[in-house]
Structures are given as C-alpha cells and as structure tokens.
C-alpha cells in the first residue's frame, strides 16, 4: 500500500453540481498531484500542489481548483460539473514540489460519474 | 503529433512469452522516463524507471535510446499476473516542467 488515501472512492452527481475529493498524501511527502483518467486513456495532469501553493497546471479550465493544507493533504473541488467530467481522479503523492523526480506514489482513486 | 506515444494495444500472449513495448517521445530535452503499471480499475504504480545504460529488474528490462527518442520495456518469461495496462510516462525539464503520461498498452497473457 502507498499510504495516499483518497476519498470518497465512488460517487454520482448530475450536471451543473459541484464535487469536492480528498486526498491525504503519504507521510514524509509535501507535494501532491491530481490527476484525471477517462476510461481508456492515460491520466491527465490537473495540477499540483506543494507547500500549499499550486506550482503547476495542465490544461484545464478553472472550474477545476484545489487546495492544500498544513499537513500536506489536499482537495480537488470541480463546479459546474458536466459529462465529460466523468472520469477516475488520482491523487499522487511526492516529495519536493517541481524537483520531484517523477516517481509518484498514487491513491486507488475516485471514480466520479456525472448524469 | 502526440508528446508521448505507445503501441496501440492490445497484446495478448501465452504464459512464458517475451513481450516488448515501445513508447515514442516527441521533446528532445526530456529529462526522466519511466514505466507505470496499472491494474483494471486500480491506480498506477511505478514499476521502473528507464536509465541511459539500460536497467534490469527480474524479468522486466528497460531501454532508452534518446537519439531515436523512445523508450523500450521487455518482458520475458510473461506471467499471468503481467496482465494490466503499461503507461509511458516522461518527465520534461524546464519552466513547463511535468509528467506527460502515454495512453498506456493493455497486455493480456493467456494460460
């Protein structure tokens, strides 16, 4: 096991609702990342989070915005949800913010389904 | 033309086969590489990161050639427990520096 917790695991919203997702990274580790994954495909960087600040960002519109917390956990919150916003969001925990490595350790992420 | 680009899969294969994945990268200045597996419905797990010299880990083996821009990963004697998708994944340094993950190949091995 990583140690990422993401919760919750599985949940259904209809379209224009908001979702907040969680994430507690792994102990020892100050970045955290979110990703989304359509079925099918690869995951897509969302952005990412390390001391607390964003320091970086895919392509993705700012209803997509997040936080992070002292202890280094994190939140995903999406607005205005629409279909397309169906799709697993992996949180990816790490250490050191945009020197990371690239090694990343990941939640079993939320499986999010909008009607 | 896609920053990284996999195989298009799937590959189905019996037990104790070789299997070999390619993955093509489009940035010249990228910096790392590495190879994620992840399992139906479950999160990526990193299973190796890709050295210039070439790297060995049991069965698993992982090439980068950065003249010809791709990255390779072999798989001898294929169990049935190989079974999952394989991402590619590239970091690129700089100011835009981030992880550009491959659509992933799907390997089935049969008994």
């Known amino acids: 096991e990583t140690g990422v917790t993401q919760s919750p695991t599985h949940l259904i919203k209809t379209r224009g609702q908001q979702v907040t997702l969680r994430c507690s990274s792994q102990s020892g580790h100050n970045t955290v990342s979110w990703y989304q994954q359509a079925l099918g495909q690869g995951p897509q960087f969302i952005f990412q989070?390390?001391?607390?600040?964003?320091?970086g960002r895919g392509n993705f519109p700012p209803r997509f915005s997040g936080l992070q917390f002292p202890n280094y956990s994190s939140e995903l919150n999406v607005n205005a949800l629409e279909l397309d916003d169906s799709a697993l969001y992996l949180c990816?925990?790490?250490?050191?913010?945009?020197?990371?490595?690239?090694?990343?350790?990941f939640g079993e992420g939320s499986r999010l389904t909008v009607l | 033309r896609k920053e990284v680009e996999q195989d298009p899969g799937p590959f189905n294969v019996p037990e104790g086969a070789t299997v070999a994945f390619n993955c093509t990268y489009s940035?010249?200045?990228?910096?790392?590489f590495f190879w994620y597996r992840q399992d139906c419905r479950k999160e990526p797990k990193l299973l190796m990161s890709v050295y210039s010299s070439g790297n060995e880990d049991g069965r698993f083996t992982a090439q980068l050639n950065r003249a010809s821009q791709y990255i390779s990963l072999l798989i001898r004697d294929s169990k049935l427990s190989d079974s999952a998708t394989y991402l590619c994944?590239?970091?690129?340094?700089?100011?835009?520096?981030?992880?550009?993950w491959g659509l992933g190949t799907s390997l089935a091995v049969n008994p």
């Open positions: 990816a925990s790490s250490f050191g913010g945009r020197a990371n490595t690239g090694e990343l350790f």
């Open positions: 940035n010249s200045a990228s910096q790392s």
């Open positions: 989070y390390y001391r607390e600040e964003e320091n």
């Open positions: 994944v590239v970091l690129n340094a700089g100011n835009n520096r981030k992880l550009i």
